[in-house]
Each structure stands twice: as structure tokens, then as C-alpha cells.
């Protein structure tokens, strides 16, 4: 070891020591040695005065000096046991206010009643209660087999005093999937870089930081209780009276920039005093310590902060906390250096990090809204009183924390990270439900069954799943399967799916009920304050519908999806979101379609009213599917069409000759040769929809016919947010790409808005999105018998407003050969209301609690999928190559111009034989 600071002192003092220069010279060699040593410069020890009166109590101490400076080695010192002061309470601070004192006085005391609990804790020798199941919670039933209680007692879960067993520090330390789980871990316990750690609620983020805290020194300190009893209670107070009662601060606007400053002031003192308690009890938890650099020593630590309301002593951390709270701020500043520089001598780290976790910062976050001005929350007060203490890091979890007072240039930099992983696997499930089942459960038919429907329905969020293990415990196991039905129906609002509900009742005790009971289900209501988010979920809604995927990825406000509780951040930086579990979409159910009724849920008119621009999760565009699907059915009375496509669509001016047939939603695939083309009629009943079929894919792959989808939801690689084909009267097909527009009185959407976005249809343009893609406009050509007089490739452009309606007449035709139209939407609304909220309930349900089978099924006549086609010969098939062949029209043929006329507004025809105001004429078959 080699300490230059001191090795230039004994140079200097080599000429001319003498007993006159030895305290001097004593003293700057001490500053050197409690520097090396991160001990305190109390002057009561370095200084000149102190080092003179030193050596003269122990002369011995002159006779080492002079050594070391003959020698120019200053080893005698450094070993010499009276100079390293380790058993002293050394400090820089001194009292400033007889509050000061009084503290000084109480704080020995107050340790000392304290000193033998401590070190009892630090030395491991309290046991710690296990949670067990109370008297009331065991069910009357014979069920309640000794058995179940032995295991219970065998796991060893820690009791914090709540009513339901703590899962989230259930064996922390003892990582499942460790590879996983130390990868996350150090993404978000970084030394010396501060984090904010982001995810939706019950995604797993307190289990997360207690692990990384029983691996590493720090503090817990949760900004909100909750049910689980975790930790302190010193800033949930602080964060409500405990800042409000203070006699500068003020709480209710107006405030001007000296009540800004008086309330940042206020806020960073108060919130600092949390931390010093903190640091007094580690000083105090390191002494009783016989090996400090155990992770053993850091777990017994965090126990000993998280179980502080289970204590005999009661939450000693808050005790303190009201103790310190009243000594002055220059006093606890430098106390607090004191102390971190004692703790890192007896850590023997110099460069010790002490990491900070702030849990459920949210609360801290929306605390005092606009009292520390603008660009400053509570938390950020917080952050910035603990920013400027040397060796802290901070880790602030919540749902959601404003990022804009955390990305100021003026302030310390910080990192988000997203990544609490999620049950997305039924591997990583089971993993996890097996360690709370009995062998003679877990290994039945009776819990295989148990793990199959936990997965189908509690996927996710680790919230679900763990709340549910939770009843099972309370309930000692009883009767699991119906158990898990009550919970079902509790958490998803639907009713049990295994049995009725008069089996349920039957069979499961009120106390199991009571147990499902204590845990609070997503319920979405609050969502009508969100129009933006609402719509998201509208959307999600209408994907899992139409697609049959049980999951929606969201690429577009995600942080504003995770912290609505809707959707789980599944990447490490909040990039992508998840919506994915049964107990968030179904209880979705209610306030999406039953609420508003099933037309407004298809056509959100009154939440569209609200937005102030465009959303970016359309669901309009979703609505039109199973509504135009509806319009292009035939009617049972008649088994015809019930409308023209002139009905369907609105055409300026005068609607073309070939739009004033019928016409049906078709499928384009290939044969089996795969060269020539077949459409088949997709007329299907939403009613009978069947858990394999798909109405609508993502995929661009569609456009190669490859799908056997009848609808694209194109909006990720083209202009259009949805493509289809119709097939006329005489057989004849064209696509109809679609698109929306918000218009309402906060958007002033205008006719020249809508003309560049039918500029942006024509297929020259529709696929040019600022991304590289398969898709092209050439592969248009491939449709069988195209109209010709819709273009080359022939392509009706349609664009909708919403919930304001456009007047196609109002926009001006470009040069474009391909036609354009708008939806007649008060038409699709009718269709609307023949659907059925049991069916789309029921839809819903199966795609997100049903597996699909491992081939999709292909629609048919009998099961809601479109007619049957009888089996073709090859001389059918020669035959069709060639009529498609013959239809396909020459390029660059120039298309007849459509005259104008004043409105196309028309009342929806509820029937075939509803007039059409504008002159057509027939063409010859």
C-alpha cells in the first residue's frame, strides 16, 4: 500500500522535525490515514490541537512519529492500533440548535433499548414466524387434512402480520431460473447509476428489487402500504401529512415561484431525514455483525426493513424517522457523511455502494401535483435530496413515473429498464405453481388439471397466478379445481367456466370465498378517463376477435398501456406491450360492449368526440369487418344480397354501371398447382364462429393469397388500414383498400386531407411506408377476373371519417384511374345492432381460454365459413385459367372520367328494393 500524501509529509518534515512540529505534522498525516480509511475528519482527533494533547497523554506516540520520519516509512503508524481510532465515534458534525442536542441525547438511548433486538436479528438467532393459516380461514370440511397444514408449515413463508402469505419474499434469495432472473437483476441493480424501474401493477417489480436487495446493502422503502405490510411506514406518512402539516410548505395552488422554492426546500429536508434513520440503523445492524461481508449479513438486513411492522418493536425505522425529523438540515447533512464514511470503514470498502429502492414511487410521483412547479414532482424532490450524497443509487419502481423531470440536463442521468419478465410460457408457470402443491396434488389428475387451466386463464402478470396459490393456502387446498372456478369468475366477471354457479355455491365453504374475496380484480372502469387508452382496448378487442390470437402487441404508447394496468411491458426498455391475460381483457367485456351497448362499442362515436388527435391504435377499421361482413350476407326471406354495392359504399357524383350490383366478400387462394386462382364466397355467421377461424389477418402474406383470410388489416406495411376483395353479380372481383380519418370538433379533417390520403391509396403509393416489405402493388394483378373499369389493378379507394362523416362529393378527384367512395356508415351501424353481446362474449372468452388446434380449420357451410364448392375437374380448371386470363385487362388503358354531383348523403336501404337516388343504367349480361 502506498499513500503518496503521506510519504511527501515525512519528506518534508525529514530536515527539521522537532517535539514543535509533531503535532503539524501528525495532523496531516492522520487526514491522509482517515481518508484512506473513509473514516470522518473530527476534528476532535486530526486536528492540531488534538494531535499536540495526544502526544503528550501517550508519549510513546512521539517516539513512532520520529521513526517513521527517519525512516521515511510510515508503516509503525498506520499499524499502530491507537491511531486507527476504530472503536471511536468519530465526527465532523456539531450540534447548530438545542434540537440538535436533545437528538444527540435521545439517539444513545434510544439504540440502546434497541441494541440487544438488533443484534439478535443480525446474528440470525430470531426465528422468524412462519404465516400459517388462521383458525377462521380453515374450512369445516374434513378436507382440512393434517397434511396440507405440515406442508404449509414446511414452506416456511414469513408472516408480515397481513392477512394473506406474503409470496413476494417467499424464499427470497433462492432464485428459480437463476440464469434469467441474475441477467435482470444486474440490468437494474447498476452501481453508481441510477434507475427507474417501469412495469404494469402485480408485474413482479417488489420481488425483483428484494432480490437484488438480498444480494446487495441497501434500503427499502416503499412510498405507499398496502395489504402486504412490506417495510416502513415513515414515507407513505411523509408523503401525506407528514410534508402538508410542515409550517412552510404549501400544499393547495396558486403557488408563485417563493412558494415553488419553500415547498422544494420543505420537501428535500423532510424526505432526507427517511434516509438517515435508514443509515443510523445500518451503522447500528453493521456493529452487531460478526462477518459483515456474508451475503447472509445483507438478507438478515433486508428482512430486518421489510418485517419492521412484524417486530416486537414495532416499525423502529418510522420511530426514528419522527426523532430525527427534527434536528436541523446542516446537522443531518453532516451526519449523514459521518455515517456513510463509518460504515464503509467497517465495510472496508471505500467504494462501498448503498442502493436505494423507492417502491410504488407512483404515489410519490402524482403526491402534491404542481407544488414544486413544472418541471418537478415529489419524487423528483426525493431523488434530488439523495442525489448528492456520495456512494447511494437510487432505484425508483412504479407503475408509471413522469420522465421529463428525470431527463433534465442539470440533474443526474437515469436509466429505465422494464424487464420483469412475465408468466408468457406454461413451463415458466409450472415452475412456479409446483413449489406451493403438495407432491400428492400436484402429481393427480386432480392438479394436472389445476396447472392446465391455471395457465389458460392466469397467464401473465405474476400477480394473478401468486394470488391465487395464495387461496389455495388459506384454504388449506381445498377442492382446487372449484376454488379456481370462484376465482375465475371473481377476477375475469365471467361466470365459472367448469360449473354453475349453483355447484359452486354447493359445494365450495364461505370461507373459501371469503379468501378469493380479499384480492382485487381489474376491473377497467376507470379507463373512461383515458379515451386514448380506451381505444387501444377497443382495438385489442376487435384483433382477438377477428384474428384468433389470444395476444396483441402494442408498439405505440406502452408506457401509457402498463401503467392503465392494461397490458405487461415485455422488453427491457418499454418498447413493447402485451395484452395477453384473461383477468384484464375479460372484465374488459363490460365496459367496452355491455355499458355503451354493442353498436357504440362497434362505433365508439361519443369517446371519438373526446380525442384531440388521431389515435394511433385505429378501431374503426376493425368495427367495419364483421359490420360489412354482416351488410354482404344474404337475407334468409330472399337469399339474396340485401344491398348494391352502391348502398354499401358512396360514390361522387353519379356511381359507376358495375357498382350498382351486389356483391360478396371473397377468399383468393391458390390450387394446389398454385397457379390459378379461386374466390370463395365468405358468408359466415358470427354467431357460429368456431375458436380456428380467422376473419382477418396482420400478416402480408395475404397479399400472396397465401392466408385464406378474407380481410388484411394492412396499417403496418401499407397506407391502408384494411384490403379485401368483393366479387360482383357477374363474377367479376376488385380489391377495396380502406382507410380512416379522425373528424370531429378538435380535428378539422378537410377535403384536401382526404384527397392526399386517396392520393396515398392509388397502388402506385400504398405500399411506400418507410419500411421494407414483400408487398407491392403488383400484386394486384392477381385476382380473378378483375373490372376493368376500376383500374389496372382494379382498386376502389375508400376512406371513412369518424365519428364526423365526409362528403366525398367535397373532395376533389385527382388523375388517379382508380375509383374512390366513402363508407356508408349509418348503414354499417344498423348492421351493428344485429350482433349479439352473448356471442361476442362467447368469442372472446374461447380465444383467450381455449387452445387453438394445430391446424386452422377452413371455414365451411356448416360451420359458419362460406359456401362449399363442389370438386373441380383439370378441365375446370383450364377453363377458369383461361377466363381469368381473357379478363385481365391490357395496361394503360384510359379510364372514363365520373361526373360530379352535389351530395351522395343517403338514408341506409333496408332492403334490395330501396331506391337509389341517382340515374344507373344496367349493362347487358
Not at 20 to 28: C, G, M, R
Not at 141 to 148: D, H, I, L, V
Not at 306 to 332: C, P, S, W
Request: aromatic fraction near 8%; glycine fraction near 4%.
Amino acid at each position: 500500500m502506498s499513500i503518496p500524501d503521506v510519504e511527501r509529509i515525512l519528506l518534508g518534515a525529514s530536515n527539521d522535525f522537532s517535539p514543535e512540529i509533531a503535532p503539524s505534522t501528525l495532523s496531516a498525516i492522520l487526514h491522509a490515514f482517515f481518508r484512506r480509511r473513509s473514516q470522518p475528519l473530527d476534528p476532535d482527533y486530526v486536528s492540531e490541537s488534538a494531535c499536540a494533547n495526544l502526544l503528550t497523554t501517550r508519549p510513546e506516540l512521539y517516539t513512532l512519529l520520529e521513526r517513521a520520519v527517519k525512516e521515511q516509512d510510515y508503516a509503525c503508524l498506520w499499524d499502530c492500533e491507537i491511531l486507527s481510532f476504530r472503536d471511536v465515534d468519530l465526527r465532523t458534525r456539531r450540534p447548530y440548535h438545542p434540537t440538535d442536542t436533545s437528538f444527540e441525547q435521545e439517539l444513545p438511548v434510544f439504540l440502546k433499548a434497541h441494541q440487544k433486538f438488533i443484534s439478535a436479528f443480525a446474528r440470525s438467532t430470531v426465528p422468524l414466524d412462519s404465516w400459517t393459516p388462521s383458525s377462521v380461514d380453515m374450512s369445516a370440511t374434513a378436507t382440512s387434512a393434517s397434511g396440507a397444514d405440515s406442508f404449509i408449515s414446511y414452506l416456511k413463508i414469513p408472516d408480515t402480520s397481513a392477512d394473506s402469505p406474503c409470496l413476494a419474499l417467499h424464499d427470497v434469495g433462492a432464485l428459480i431460473n437463476a440464469d434469467i432472473l441474475h441477467q435482470r437483476l444486474q440490468n437494474i441493480f447498476v452501481p453508481r447509476s441510477h434507475t427507474i424501474f417501469l412495469n404494469t401493477s402485480g408485474s413482479g417489480k417488489t420481488r425483483l428489487v428484494l432480490e437484488g436487495l438480498s444480494q446487495h446493502w441497501g434500503f427499502y422503502i416503499p412510498c405507499a402500504s398496502d395489504n402486504s405490510c412490506l417495510g416502513s411506514l415513515d414515507m407513505d406518512h411523509c408523503l401525506g401529512s407528514g410534508i402538508s402539516n410542515k409550517r412552510k410548505f404549501r400544499q393547495n395552488a396558486p403557488w408563485d415561484e417563493d412558494s415553488v422554492q419553500h415547498n422544494s426546500w420543505v420537501a428535500q429536508n423532510t424526505f432526507s431525514r427517511i434516509l438517515l434513520s435508514r443509515l443510523i440503523l445500518l451503522k447500528a445492524f453493521l456493529d452487531e455483525l460478526e462477518d459483515k461481508l456474508t451475503l447472509d449479513a445483507r438478507h438478515q438486513w433486508l428482512l430486518f426493513q421489510v418485517l419492521t411492522m412484524k417486530l416486537e418493536h414495532g416499525d423502529i425505522f418510522h420511530n426514528l424517522t419522527r426523532k430525527v425529523d427534527r434536528v436541523t438540515q446542516m446537522y443531518a447533512d453532516e451526519m449523514f457523511t459521518d455515517l456513510l464514511l463509518d460504515i464503509k470503514a467497517r465495510y472496508g470498502d471505500a467504494n462501498m455502494n448503498i442502493f436505494c429502492v423507492l417502491d410504488e414511487a407512483q404515489r410519490a410521483n402524482d403526491a402534491f401535483r404542481g407544488a414544486f412547479g413544472k418541471q418537478s414532482t415529489a419524487l423528483r424532490e426525493i431523488a434530488s435530496a439523495y442525489e448528492k450524497y456520495d456512494g447511494i443509487t437510487l432505484i425508483l419502481t412504479g407503475t408509471h413515473i413522469d420522465l421529463g423531470p428525470f431527463r433534465r440536463a442539470d440533474f443526474p442521468e437515469y436509466r429505465v429498464c422494464t424487464d420483469t419478465g412475465l408468466f408468457d410460457t406454461p413451463q415458466s408457470q409450472r415452475q412456479y405453481v409446483l413449489r406451493y402443491l403438495p407432491t400428492s396434488l400436484a402429481d393427480s389428475p386432480t392438479g394436472q388439471t389445476l396447472i392446465s387451466r391455471m395457465w389458460w386463464w392466469l397467464r401473465g402478470r405474476y400477480r394473478f397466478t401468486a394470488s391465487f396459490i395464495s387461496c389455495l393456502l388459506i384454504t388449506q387446498y381445498e377442492k382446487p379445481l372449484h376454488l379456481l372456478d370462484a376465482y375465475i369468475s371473481w377476477f375475469t366477471g365471467v361466470d365459472p367456466p367448469h360449473m354453475s354457479k349453483a355447484v359452486l355455491q354447493e359445494q365450495l365453504s364461505r370461507s373459501a370465498f371469503e379468501a378469493v374475496h380479499r384480492f382485487s380484480p381489474f376491473r377497467g372502469s376507470f379507463l373512461s378517463d383515458e379515451p386514448q387508452i380506451l381505444f387501444a382496448m377497443h382495438s385489442a378487442m376487435f384483433k382477438i376477435m377477428l384474428s384468433g390470437e389470444n395476444h396483441v402487441r402494442f408498439k405505440e404508447q406502452c408506457f401509457r398501456l402498463a401503467a392503465q394496468g392494461v397490458a405487461v411491458l415485455t422488453d427491457h426498455k418499454g418498447e413493447e406491450a402485451l395484452v395477453l391475460e384473461p383477468c384484464i381483457v375479460l372484465p374488459l367485456i363490460d365496459p367496452i360492449f355491455r355499458q355503451p351497448g354493442v353498436a357504440s362499442a362497434f362505433f365508439p362515436d361519443a369517446l371519438a368526440s373526446q380525442l384531440h388527435k388521431a389515435p394511433p391504435h385505429h378501431t374503426y377499421p376493425l368495427a367495419f369487418v364483421p359490420t360489412l361482413v354482416q351488410a354482404l350476407m344474404k337475407t334468409k326471406k330472399t337469399d339474396k344480397i340485401a344491398h348494391r354495392l352502391c348502398d354499401l359504399f358512396l360514390f361522387p357524383g353519379i356511381a359507376p354501371d358495375w357498382a350498382t350490383q351486389s356483391a360478396q366478400l371473397v377468399r383468393i387462394t391458390r390450387t394446389a398447382e398454385k397457379r390459378a386462382l379461386r374466390a370463395t364466397v365468405f358468408q359466415p355467421s358470427f354467431s357460429k364462429i368456431a375458436r380456428e377461424h380467422v376473419w382477418a389477418t396482420e400478416s402480408p402474406e395475404w397479399l400472396q393469397h397465401e392466408t385464406n383470410v378474407p380481410f388484411c388489416i394492412a396499417s403496418q406495411f401499407s397506407q391502408a388500414d384494411l384490403i379485401f376483395v368483393l366479387r360482383l353479380e357477374d363474377n367479376r372481383c376488385l380489391q377495396v383498400a380502406l382507410s380512416t380519418l379522425l373528424k370531429n370538433e378538435h380535428v378539422k379533417t378537410s377535403p384536401s386531407d382526404i384527397q392526399v390520403k386517396l392520393l396515398q391509396l392509388a397502388p402506385k403509393n400504398l405500399f411506400k411506408v418507410g419500411q421494407p416489405t414483400t408487398a407491392s402493388g403488383a400484386h394486384f394483378d392477381d385476382i380473378p377476373r378483375e373490372v376493368a373499369e376500376a383500374g389496372n389493378p382494379p382498386l376502389l379507394r375508400v376512406v371513412s371519417t369518424f365519428p364526423y362523416e365526409v362528403d366525398i362529393n367535397e373532395v376533389e378527384r385527382d388523375k388517379v384511374p382508380q375509383p374512390i367512395a366513402t363508407l356508408n356508415t349509418p348503414l354499417l351501424r344498423e348492421c351493428a345492432n344485429s350482433f349479439n353481446i352473448t356471442d361476442i362474449v362467447k368469442r372472446i372468452v374461447s380465444v383467450m381460454t381455449t387452445p387453438r388446434s394445430g391446424k386452422r380449420k377452413r371455414p365451411s357451410v356448416g360451420d359458419g365459413g362460406g359456401e362449399p364448392e363442389r370438386p373441380k375437374t383439370r378441365s375446370m380448371t383450364k377453363k377458369e385459367e383461361e377466363a381469368n386470363k381473357a379478363a385481365r385487362p391490357r395496361r394503360g388503358v384510359p379510364k372514363e372520367e365520373v361526373p360530379l354531383r352535389k351530395s351522395t348523403r343517403r338514408v341506409p336501404a333496408s332492403s334490395s328494393t330501396a331506391k337509389v337516388p341517382t340515374p344507373v343504367r344496367r349493362r347487358k349480361r
